[in-house]
Structures are given as C-alpha cells and as structure tokens.
C-alpha cells in the first residue's frame, strides 16, 4: 500500500513591519542623500542646476500673479527664504508620508522618491540658463532618492529587532549616510562658489571715470531724510534670484542682437575701454508701497546704452530692447526712452565708486532713469535683443504687469515716524522722486492744512529731492500727509492704488502726537 506523505513546509512569517520613526528616518535619510548627490553633481553643471533650487525657481515662475503680490506684500525682500521654507516643507512632509507608506513594503516609497525626482527633472530641464549637461544633477537625484531608499528600507528590516546591536547598525547606517550627504553637499558648495566674484571685483579694481558726477551741494541733503545717496549695503535689492549669479568680469560677454543692422559682442574691457561717465541716478521698484523704502539713489558708473545701440545699429520698427540676465530674467524696455539722450541710460559696471556689487548685478547690469526696475533694471546682464513689445514679453508682463513701467511721482515723510511723539514745534522731513520729469513743489499737510516744503538742491533731473517744512502744532494728536508736484504740474492724486500692475499712488501720512 503506498502512502502519499507531505513534506512539512514551515510556516514563514512576514517581517515585522517598520516602526513609525525608523520608517520615516529612512526616507528622512534617502531624501537627504539624494539632495546632496544633485547638489554635488550641480556644482559641476551649474548651481542652478541643483533640483532643490531648481524647484524653488519652478514654484516663484508657476505662482499666480495674486499668490507672489500677497507674498511680496506680506514678505517683502524675505520672500525667497519664506519661499525655500515653504519647499522644504512639503519636501520634507512628501518624505515622512513616504515613510509610513513604506512600513512593509518599499515600492510606496520607491513611487514617492520617484514622483519628487521627477518634479526636480522638470524644475531643471525648465532652466534656460543651464547648459546640456545641467540634466545630470536631477538624475543623480532621482537614482540615488529611489536606489538609496530601497537600500535604507532592507538595511532597516534587517536590523527590526528590538536587540541593542541591531538599533547599533541601524544607527550606524544612517550616520554614515548622514555624513555621506553633508560631505557631498558641503562639496557642491565648494564648487557652486569655485566662481570667485570678489577676486574679479579686486581685479577690476578701481574704475577710472573720464567724467565724474558733480559734487553735491551743500544743501542738497536735509537732516532727518535718509540721506541723498544710499550705500551699496543699504540700496534696495528686488529681483528674481533665488540664488545670486556668479560670473566674473574676465568671463563675461554681452551680446547685442535682434532687428539691428550689425549683432556685436563687447567683453568687459570692450566697455570699461570706452571712457566711463558717472550719473546719479534714482531707481524706484515698482513693488514699493506708498511710503515705502524701495526706492534709492546712488552714483552708476558705466557707459552711455545709447552709444552701444547706434553701433549696432536700431532697425526700423523695433520699438522695444529686451534685456536678459544670466539667471533667464528679462524685462523690455522701451527703445525711445533707453535712446533718449537726456535720460541718460546705462550699461552700469560701477555703483558709489567700485565696481557693481555681487548683489547689485556685477559685472554688468542696465540702469534707465524714469523707468521702473521691472522694465530696465536687469542685473548680471548677459543680452540685449532689439524687438517689438508685440514679439516678446519680459519676465513679468504675463505676471499681471503693464508692458511699460514709468515710475510715478510719489514722495515720503521720513520723520519724524508714525506713531512718534514731539514737541509742538517739529520740523517735518523727507524725500519726493519723479525721475527723469523732477519734482517742483512738495507739500505737508497737518490736519487738512497745506504748507508748502523747502526743497534741496535739485542735483538732477533723474535724482529725488529732499524737502522739509518747519511747523509748530497744538498740543495733542494729528495727521500728516504729503504730496509731491512734478515739473509737468501735475500733483500726487490721494487716490489709493495698489503696487500692481503700474505701482502705487496716494499720499503718504502718518500720526503723530505733540506736547
């Protein structure tokens, strides 16, 4: 009689599943090596290449035009951190979400790690100021985000026991990764700043001026004003850059192209060969909020733009320059008012005596009087393209941004400050700018009672003024406000308007208490 027998299989039990903190340390950890291995590779390709940044670059361009003004409003110049915190927010809670999908089974997480690699391969391939290569960094990303986590999730089921060896290994692994990705970051740092701006700032050194600005008179500047010209640490800083360009003035070209007769391209020395002028100059954002602080003055070094444009030659028709910056940030200005020779555009190298800060554009950056930063200010500029407003858009027109940007005449009580308490015999300060038209008339206005201002020297047409009135009020609470008459007559209106999309108007006025 022959018996079947079964073999006796063992039951095998599943492993245990991760617990909740090491699940998300696993992909806390895969996501730290795979950003450090795109920052490494990025400092080969380009810092921007580097996804993280890349991706905050995708999120400031994609934004609605009411969710970057309520940013900018609520922020102001700390949008940028606020906008890197905001990433690393939801990178870090798509992470921990990946982890606790991933409690058994890694595929949740593989799928995570690859849908976050793949949104820093489009941030990047978005980028136009990256080269070929500038692919290489999100794909080390997205290999070493997917692979390393797979590795962490085995490493960290091997060692699921409760043992103190295995929470050793375990702590072991995840050290080692955590050092691993400090050391790759810290050297795609190393080689993101291998650019040294500064030692080419020295280099430059001091820019001769074969026409300098004229001196200030004495009573173009009043206490309690900020002072006639700013400082390079204390001029405002408004642009798209997340992170500030590198270039150095021994590598930069400018390119001068588009519907002119002959396309040119000038190096550094080509310009600074060609006798530089020194202007002071007004510059205004259009962001600035009535009374607002962005808007200063400094003396620009640099060269005539028109003298560069009649070179090339201007063809007929072409009605707007559409400059661009290395980062890919453009603005369109007007041709007539950049060839305006009263206006007196630049192509700046130089700002209050040396050359262009990092910050503020260096090696080169354009600066047109009258006109808002939107529309000419473009920093660390590497093209001028003639064209017309109907071909081409600058950066922030389809932003919700008129196409033209004049800067409107607007003018602020600097002190006493809202809110301050005085004497009853005070003495009322402040600035008032219309670039390129120039003030005429500032008014203060105490409790609905006009006075008209002392003005400063005019210094020049493109320059604010400053303004101060003596008065002697009652003691107790008031109002006061200010408002600007520019040389064409026309006064500030007090009708509110916010900074979008041609920048403000109103009157500036603040409380006060007297006794």
């Given amino acids: 009689m022959q018996t079947d027998t079964l073999a006796h299989v063992p039951n095998v039990e599943p492993p245990a599943p991760l617990g909740r903190g090491r699940a998300v340390a696993v992909a806390l950890l895969a996501l730290a090596a795979a950003l450090a291995a795109g920052h490494l590779v990025a400092g080969f390709v380009g810092p921007t290449g580097s996804p993280y940044v890349a991706v905050g670059n995708w999120v400031r361009d994609l934004s609605p035009h009411p969710v970057t003004e309520w940013a900018k409003a609520t922020f102001g110049t700390s949008d940028k951190t606020v906008l890197f915190i905001g990433v690393t927010l939801v990178v870090l809670g798509c992470a921990v979400a ?22 820093g391969f489009v941030a990047v391939l978005t980028r136009p100021d ?32 409760r043992t103190t060896e295995d929470r050793r290994q375990f702590l072991r692994v995840a050290a080692g990764v955590v050092v691993g990705a400090g050391v790759a970051g810290l050297g795609g740092g190393l080689l993101a700043s291998r650019v040294d701006v500064e030692r080419s700032r020295r280099q430059v050194g001091r820019l001769r001026v074969a026409e300098p600005a004229p001196p200030l008179p004495a009573n173009a500047d009043f206490p309690g004003t900020s002072g006639f010209i700013t400082s390079n640490r204390d001029f405002y800083r408004i642009d798209t850059a997340l992170t500030v360009p590198r270039m150095t003035a021994e590598n930069w070209t400018l390119r001068v192209r588009g519907m002119v007769d002959r396309e040119l391209e000038l190096s550094y020395e080509d310009i600074r060969g060609r006798g530089l002028i020194e202007r002071p100059i007004t510059m205004a954002c259009v962001s600035n909020e009535v009374g607002g602080s962005l808007v200063s003055t400094a003396n620009f070094i640099g060269v005539p733009l028109r003298d560069i444009l ?3 030659g201007v063809r007929r028709g072409a009605d707007q320059l559409l400059s661009t910056s290395v980062d890919g940030f453009t603005a369109g200005s007007p041709v007539a008012d950049v060839l305006d020779p009263d206006r007196g555009a630049l192509l700046a190298l130089g700002m209050n005596g040396e050359p262009l800060p990092q910050e503020h554009g260096f090696p080169a950056r354009l600066v047109v009087p009258g006109l808002y930063g939107y529309v000419s200010a473009t920093k660390w500029l590497t093209t001028l393209e003639l064209t017309t407003f109907a071909a081409e858009e600058g ?10 940007g004049p800067v409107k005449t607007q003018s602020r009580i600097d002190s006493p400050r809202d809110g301050d308490a005085t004497g009853t015999r005070l003495t009322v300060a402040g600035v008032a700018w219309a670039p390129y038209v120039g003030i005429d008339k500032v008014e203060v206005s105490a409790d609905g009672r006009w006075h008209t201002a002392e003005l400063g020297a005019e210094v020049d047409l493109n320059t604010w003024r400053m303004w101060r009135v003596r008065l002697e009020l009652p003691a107790g609470d008031h109002e006061l406000a200010v408002r600007a008459t520019d040389r064409t007559g026309e006064t500030q209106t007090d009708r509110y308007t916010p900074t979008a999309p041609n920048g403000a108007t109103g009157w500036h006025s603040i409380s006060i208490s007297t006794k």
């Fill in 130 to 161: 990256l080269g070929q290569l500038g692919f290489l960094a999100p794909a080390a990303s997205l290999l070493v985000g997917v692979f390393g986590f797979a590795w962490l999730h085995r490493r960290a089921l091997a060692t699921n026991s």
């Fill in 310 to 312: 009649e070179e090339a």
């Fill in 395 to 404: 950066y922030w027109i389809p932003r919700g941004w008129s196409a033209r």
């Fill in 98 to 119: 990946a982890g606790l999908l991933s409690r058994r089974k890694v595929l949740p997480g593989q799928l995570v790690a690859g849908a976050l690699g793949g949104i």
